[in-house]
């Protein structure tokens, strides 16, 4: 059955679309669009009423927005996650509800890489030092005053071995890294899988990469790091409620693990008095959620969308959710 879709509303565009996209296919998928930059919660009902599909990230979508949107046929998510929709709600009216899905394996992988040797080799702070003057006023030809690692023959335990944690594990590996994977807490291993507390132990680098369920949120709490070798470093571009922030802040003052890279926080974008943005924290490197954020990533995301519009138009559903 084909789908008579000819209205379109994208939500929040400045979350994918800098101004460097090539939007001309995700355009012509529908006759007219609404582009939004950002949408405030009161906004939403008004802006979504009208439209036969709804494109948005990290809107919210609830029950009422739902049930006032007469017209609308398909919700598109520019992202995986779907916590922000009411798929109960979409399911009853008869909303489609998919996502996109593996369209930043490579940007995310990269991204946890890249905090994990800034924290093994102090660029981050080298930089600082070098900008301050220490440099300039250094008596030898270098500063070599901060700690520098090296990977090769390191364990990098994976928690959450989907695509981004393989996509992870083969960078890891290329480094010469020893790749650890570990089972889900409290479960038998897998054949190619170490129970979740050898990981936790044997791990000189630990990578986050599963998702935000009831079962993995607080994972990572202050006895999961005091399983971690001290000199252990932890990386999260998952999601930030899989870290206990407070025992995070707590471990890394004390000296219970080497130090943290992270792209996430529970709350985003976080308040200025966020506990982990306290200027005492040691070793902890946070960046913005952006490890998704590739221009090849966010094409590709936009491509993604215009294939299931376009499907969806033919009777067909990619990525169907709900």
């Known amino acids: 059955m084909r789908e008579s879709c000819r209205k379109g509303v994208f939500l929040d565009l400045e979350t994918v679309d800098s101004g460097d996209l090539d939007l001309e296919r995700f355009t012509a998928c529908l006759e007219s669009w609404d582009w939004h930059q950002f949408s405030q919660a009161s906004e939403i009902p008004d802006r979504i009423r009208p439209a036969n599909v709804v494109i ?4 919210v979508l609830d029950r009422s927005a739902i049930e006032s949107a007469t017209s609308l046929k398909l919700i598109a998510l520019c992202a995986t996650g779907t916590d922000n929709i009411d798929l109960e709600a979409a399911a009853e009216h008869g909303v489609a509800v998919c996502n996109i ?16 040797l800034n924290l093994i080799t102090a660029q981050a702070w080298y930089w600082q030092s070098v900008r301050a003057g220490e440099w300039c006023d250094s008596r ?9 690692g090296e990977v090769r023959g390191l364990n990098f335990g994976i928690i959450g071995y989907g695509v981004l944690g393989r996509a992870t594990a083969e960078l890891a590996t290329a480094l010469g890294m020893n790749v650890l994977i570990a089972e889900r807490r409290g479960h038998s291993p897998r ?16 990578s986050i990469h599963c998702p935000l369920t009831a079962e993995t949120a ?16 932890l990386i999260n571009t998952a999601r930030g409620a ?13 000296g219970i693990i ?13 308040p200025p008095d966020h506990l982990l943005l306290a200027p005492d924290i040691p070793n902890l490197m946070i960046t913005p959620h952006n490890a998704w954020a590739s221009r090849s990533a966010r094409q590709a995301a936009v491509d993604q969308l ?14 169907r959710v709900a």
């Open 218 to 233: 607080g994972l990572i709490d202050r006895e999961a790091m005091q399983t971690m070798k001290p000199g252990a470093f």
């Open 101 to 116: 899905r593996d369209y930043a394996t490579h940007a995310v992988a990269q991204h946890a890489i890249t905090l994990m």
């Open 258 to 270: 080497a130090g943290a890279g992270l792209d996430v926080l529970t709350v985003e974008p976080p």
């Open 56 to 59: 948005c990230n990290k809107c």
């Open 242 to 254: 899989i870290i206990s922030e407070q025992d995070l802040a707590d471990c890394l003052r004390e």
């Open 140 to 148: 030898q030809f270098c500063l070599n005053n901060r700690p520098i």
């Open 306 to 319: 215009t294939e299931i519009i376009q499907a969806f138009k033919e009777g067909k559903a990619i990525n």
């Open 191 to 206: 054949p190619g899988r170490m129970s979740f507390t050898e990981v936790l132990r044997d791990a000189d680098v630990l």
